[in-house]
């Protein structure tokens, strides 16, 4: 199958697979993002996806998507950050990117504002949260999430809508729920205490192997690379 086949017919298949489980879930299909993760595939490999209906991407370094975007600069491609973002790079991370998954402390929140009020844009945000508190992982632990957000939702140059997530990997996708449930409950606590829901609308969690389990306990947003575009080659990258 040529290479633009086969990341159609993946797509499909991931499609489906949203279907089938917010189907399980009572929940409408229409509710949920589906973020396809380029990172270490080629613009070739983007602008098959988008002509086979999918505009909205996920990269995890800010160089590398730059480049990519200026080879396609003819798509109105939606591209999100999901990856560790150095606060020295939040100038450029704000001209690229139209939502920021990955702000997860306040001395980067105040450069993304700066960076965005200069630029005069208003990027969408999500705090990524780490609640297993893996050293390798980044992400606010449980006692720094709550004065970010709030510090978030009062800042005016940028657009917060939600809260973002990486788990342990799992062996099993069950071993993602309670990960997935835990951030869902933080949500509502956020949100009973004060702040406006509409603020934390969105929960983006779920990779390749566990996105059904992530829609069940109420993902809007699953970020999926290796189902639609294989495994990724990083040796290649450099
Ligand atoms: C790479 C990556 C993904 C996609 O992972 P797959 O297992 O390939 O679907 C999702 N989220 C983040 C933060 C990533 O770095």
Same mark, same amino acid.
């Given at each position: 199958?040529?290479? #633009?086949?086969?990341?159609?017919?993946?797509l499909d298949?991931?499609?489906?697979? %949203?279907? =089938?489980?917010?189907?399980? @879930?009572?929940?409408? !299909? #229409? +509710?949920?993002t589906?973020?396809?993760?380029?990172?270490?595939?080629?613009?070739? /490999?983007?602008?098959?996806?988008?002509?086979a209906?999918? *505009? @909205?991407?996920g990269?995890?370094?800010?160089q590398e998507?730059?480049a990519?975007?200026?080879?396609?600069?003819?798509?109105? %491609?939606?591209?999100?950050l999901i990856?560790?973002?150095?606060s020295?790079?939040?100038?450029?991370?704000v =001209?690229?990117?139209?939502?920021?998954?990955?702000? /997860?402390r %306040?001395d980067?929140?105040r450069?993304?504002?700066?960076?965005?009020?200069?630029?005069?844009?208003? !990027?969408?945000? $999500?705090?990524?949260?780490?609640?297993?508190?893996?050293?390798?992982?980044?992400g606010? +632990?449980?006692? =720094?999430?709550g +004065?970010?957000?709030c510090? =978030?939702?009062e800042?005016e140059?940028v657009?917060?809508?939600?809260l973002?997530?990486?788990?342990p990997?799992?062996?099993?996708?069950?071993?993602?729920?309670?990960?997935?449930?835990? $951030?869902?409950?933080?949500r +509502?606590e *956020?949100v009973?205490a004060?702040? !406006?829901? /509409?603020?934390?609308?969105?929960l #983006?969690?779920?990779?390749?192997h566990?996105?059904?389990?992530?829609?069940?306990?109420?993902?809007?947003i699953?970020?999926?690379?290796?189902? %639609?575009?294989?495994?990724?080659?990083y040796?290649?990258?450099?």
């Amino acid at each position: 199958m040529p290479r #633009s086949a086969d990341i159609a017919a993946q797509l499909d298949s991931v499609r489906r697979r %949203i279907t =089938a489980a917010a189907q399980r @879930a009572s929940r409408s !299909p #229409s +509710d949920i993002t589906l973020i396809a993760v380029s990172k270490t595939f080629s613009a070739d /490999d983007v602008r098959a996806a988008t002509s086979a209906g999918h *505009l @909205a991407f996920g990269e995890n370094r800010v160089q590398e998507a730059e480049a990519k975007k200026a080879l396609l600069e003819d798509l109105a %491609i939606e591209w999100h950050l999901i990856g560790h973002l150095q606060s020295n790079k939040a100038r450029k991370a704000v =001209a690229t990117f139209d939502w920021i998954q990955s702000v /997860d402390r %306040i001395d980067l929140l105040r450069r993304i504002e700066v960076a965005a009020r200069e630029a005069g844009r208003r !990027p969408r945000i $999500l705090i990524q949260a780490d609640l297993a508190g893996e050293a390798t992982k980044h992400g606010a +632990d449980r006692a =720094a999430l709550g +004065d970010l957000v709030c510090a =978030a939702a009062e800042a005016e140059d940028v657009d917060l809508r939600g809260l973002m997530i990486v788990p342990p990997y799992p062996d099993n996708p069950e071993d993602s729920r309670p990960w997935f449930r835990q $951030l869902r409950g933080i949500r +509502d606590e *956020l949100v009973a205490a004060g702040i !406006p829901a /509409d603020r934390l609308g969105e929960l #983006s969690m779920g990779m390749s192997h566990d996105f059904d389990v992530a829609i069940e306990e109420g993902a809007t947003i699953v970020r999926v690379g290796t189902a %639609i575009f294989g495994h990724r080659d990083y040796a290649a990258e450099a």
